[in-house]
């Protein structure tokens, strides 16, 4: 039978809880809904939703998984039990390996199955399980870390092949216990056979060289390796005493060449040196790593410290891109040079100003204007106005729902190596800030099991004295090897970006997850916002003015008055207490910002803890004095009359208002208009001007959109299961299938694409249905391992059907390579033009 078709018999015998239990570790399977158990089983067995599936297994389930794929034969129906897998899994127990395959079975990864031939009485009455029939494309061609098979090596490596028949005769030879061969396929059995029992794979390491043992053992989770000049030959007979160990090992045929710079470990080989086990090491607790302890006021110091520093350079970045916005590059995000300009106003590194600003931006504190390609602060922005606590909570929620990763930037493009020395690689080789390739669309998922994991951790290590376990990327990894193993390659690039920006956002703290940390691992955030109000220390509203023109801030001050110092003097040094410079080119900045002497001395003077030193208000005073003797506007366009009565009236008619008119003498007006727009103007108010100035002249205003201010973010977690509406909606069209007896024996399908055949009297899948595709493409894939023949109805280029009994060879990319056996020629079928396809019986020899 068909496995989609024995999967689908098993879901709809379930009940209604174990359905609810599938969907909601498997929302794929349901979005959309489908029509049937057959369809269902048909999704459950896609290789998308299988790799998806995998993806959430711990590391007991993977191993278990995989060596049940490695002990059955889903073209032959080989089944196996958990008996046989304990013997295959060092360190298990049967009730163990009985409920983790009860665990697969519930996910519909694997489904019951009979035992196979020639199985014994007592045997037979254990539960025999199968996997799905597309785990072996999702699990790769190493599953276990372990190789292929000698056969299979000799079939797909040609090069091998043709050697290995001479290497089995070297070995004979050489006074090896290995049987002679006159085929590549019998050279090969003969060399399983030989490396077959863990005793007879140490005899044969006995005589190998130094460094051979130490060399093996690198392939030990994973069965291929670099080696240089893989293919180069070599032979036993003509191997000298100083023979290295990989030439050694070549010779042997205890290491295979792929190509000319790697190598692969044989599967028998690979067991022997597992003494036998598919699965050496097995546990069902995750390991305890080794963690240091911090004391609980050193983490929230920590913590509050970097959020109010983080609040302070997120405010002074706003103020620096108000006065000068980040021009962009024509390639996209902010060049090195640009971000260098930002670092040094904020007097901070490089990469720390990338992280910040691509802070900003995925807060919606900074947007992309399309007019002046530069990114810049959107008018009107509420997080300038909120209490410091809101305010952070505002950043927190959207770094945790971003898909952009801010660590990345500096980063090579192909994400060798981090950190601010990247920033210095040749142009065009590493990530710029707020450019397209810092965006990870996994980015939400995997800080949200970040900060679980360390929330876990966190509760299984903390001390009775209230300390907590200081915990680093290698911890992190650890434990997230273990319970998603699958997903270690995502969590190792991301990883300690992550924790470096959970730290700048005071979720850790001196390298522990901080209480409000905590409460944002568990979703809540109002928590969170709570225990930072209790213990953030108010921003500060008052400085200190020293007689050498500078103001010493005690502590983190107000947005407020920290913008207002900075249009009046430079900010130097770091941290809470900031130092601010007066000079005359600070104070001239505010002066034409519009503020004058005394507007200036009266803020300071509202604001200093202390008198106002007497050289700093010369210094005002005296600048101010000297300001403004030339003034310098913009003008589109002006106005002379020798009679000034005629000028006055023009000035005071409320129907020339929109010109903007300015006196600047007794004869002459500006306008803010064109010239060309200011003569129609003043002609449809019975005037005659004369128009001096030529149209090149003319400035032209484009009328840009505003920029609309940023909207506080809310954070949603990634959904991890569907509504129960939708599970309820699933559930009533599955009854009524199963009601109506449904098509959970369907068999073959027409229309589209390659689809099961109608054998042995079963109705049909529906035509284009999700069954009839998944049922074809089972059959071709099986065909195709079995080098079995099939029947295809095919469509031909007149629009007439043909039945054709060919030999698949290959599917890939909507099309399927043939071999036509009549014919003897290959070609290539568009998998659309194929109706229905069915297996024959006959086996090709």
Known sequence: MSLIRALSKELQARSDNSLRALFSARPDLISPGVPDFAALAARASGRVSVQRALERLNRPEMQVLETLHLCTNTDTGHSASAAMLKKLI??????????????????????????????????????????VGSLKDVIGIYPAGLGRSYTELVRLQPAFAARVVQLVAELHRSGAAISLATTPMEAALSLQHWTATPA????????????????????????????????RRASVLNEGADVGPVDWLLARGLLVPLDAAHVELPHSVGISLRDGYIVENFALAPPVPRLGYTSAALRRNAALGAIAETLRLVGELLFVVRDQPLV???????????????????????????????????????????????????????????????????????????????????????GVSSGPAAHRGT?????????????????????????????????????????????????????????????????SSLVRGVLS?????????????????????????????????EHLPAALNHVLLQADLTAVAPGYLAPELSEKLLTMADAEGQGPATIYRFSVSSVRRALDAGH??????????????????????????DT?????????????????????????????????????LIRLAPTVLISHAAPRETAQLLRSLGLSPAVEESESG???????????????????????????????????????????????????????????????????????????????????????????????????????????????????????RVFDPDKETERVLSIHRIIDVEAAEELLQ
């Open 90 to 131: 060092n360190g298990s127990t049967l009730a163990a390996i009985e409920r983790l395959l009860h665990s697969l079975q519930d996910l519909a990864l694997v489904h019951r199955a009979e035992p196979p031939h020639g199985t014994s009485p007592v045997a037979a009455k254990q539960r025999h399980y199968l996997p």
């Open 698 to 816: 003319l400035v032209r205003l484009r009328r840009g959109a505003a920029l609309p201010g940023g909207t506080r973010p809310v954070y949603s977690a990634p959904r991890t299961a569907p509504p129960e509406a939708d599970v309820d909606d699933q559930l009533a069209v599955l009854r009524s299938d199963r009601t109506s007896g449904g098509p959970a024996d369907g068999g073959a399908a027409h229309g589209g694409a390659a689809h099961g055949g109608a054998a042995h009297g079963r109705p049909a899948a529906a035509p284009g249905s999700e069954e009839a595709t998944q049922l074809g493409l089972e059959t071709l894939q099986k065909a195709i391992r079995l080098k079995q023949r099939v029947v295809m109805n095919v469509v031909d280029s007149l629009g007439n059907a043909v039945r054709e009994t060919v030999v698949p060879v290959a599917v890939t990319g909507g099309r399927v």
């Open 596 to 621: 004058d002497a005394q507007t200036l001395l009266e803020f300071l003077r509202l604001h200093s803890a202390t008198a106002i030193p007497q050289p700093l208000s010369y210094l005002v005073e």
């Open 328 to 414: 962009t590059l024509r390639s996209g995000g902010v060049g090195v040079r640009e971000m260098k300009r930002l670092g040094d106003a904020l007097r901070i590194e490089l990469h720390e100003a990338g992280v910040l600003a691509e802070l900003c931006a995925l807060s919606g504190l900074l947007r992309l204007d399309v007019d002046s390609s530069g990114w810049v602060q959107p008018p009107q922005l509420e997080w300038l106005t909120l209490p410091r606590q809101e305010q952070w909570l505002w950043l927190v929620n959207a770094w945790l729902a971003s898909e952009r990763a801010p660590s990345l930037v500096g980063q090579p493009v192909n």
């Open 501 to 533: 920006e959970a730290e700048m956002l005071g979720l850790i703290g001196s390298g522990a997850l901080s209480q409000i940390g905590a409460a944002i691992a568990a979703g809540r955030p109002d928590d969170a916002l709570v225990i930072l109000g």
């Open 427 to 491: 142009a065009g080789t590493t990530i710029n800030a707020l450019s397209a390739e810092a965006q990870r669309p996994d980015a939400p998922v995997v800080r949200k099991r970040i900060l679980e994991i360390l929330h876990e951790l966190t509760l299984e290590a903390s001390a009775a004295d209230g300390r907590a376990p200081v915990l680093d990327a290698a911890a992190v990894l650890e434990r997230a090897d273990w319970t998603q193993p699958r997903m270690a390659r995502r969590f």
């Open 200 to 231: 007879s794979l140490q005899q044969i390491l006995e005589a190998s060289p130094t460094r051979t043992t130490a060399l093996l053992a690198r392939f030990g989770n994973w069965a291929m390796g670099a080696v240089p000049q893989a293919q």
């Open 624 to 660: 101010a004095a000297r300001h403004a003797r030339l003034r310098v506007g913009a003008a589109a366009s002006f106005i002379q009359s020798d009679d000034e009565t005629a000028v006055l009236e023009l000035l005071n008619t409320s129907a020339a208002a929109g010109l903007g």
